[in-house]
């Protein structure tokens, strides 16, 4: 992404020391990596990228049925 720069914020404490508490909880040391994830989510930094991923997968299948009247494909199912 680039050059890394150091910052001071100002946030409030309890929110803060829920935030680092959930972190510690699902084992996550570097809280610069989450705050930097969070930034590049809200200003949507690589959505181009994940849209063509989604694009490029199968979105949709097929569904053929299986007869016309399928009341009669199903008794063929339960009856075998």
């Known amino acids: 992404m680039g050059e890394k720069v150091k ?3 100002v946030v409030d404490r309890d929110l803060w020391s829920k935030f680092k508490a959930k972190l510690l909880e699902e084992g996550v040391d ?4 989450v705050i930097e994830r969070l930034i590049k989510e809200e200003l949507m930094l690589g959505i181009d990228s994940a849209l063509v991923r989604l694009i490029e997968s199968e979105l949709v299948q097929v569904v053929e049925p299986l007869s016309p009247w399928p009341g009669l494909q199903l008794r063929k199912l339960l009856e075998s």
């Open 7 to 9: 910052t001071t914020i």
């Open 30 to 33: 570097e809280v610069s990596g």
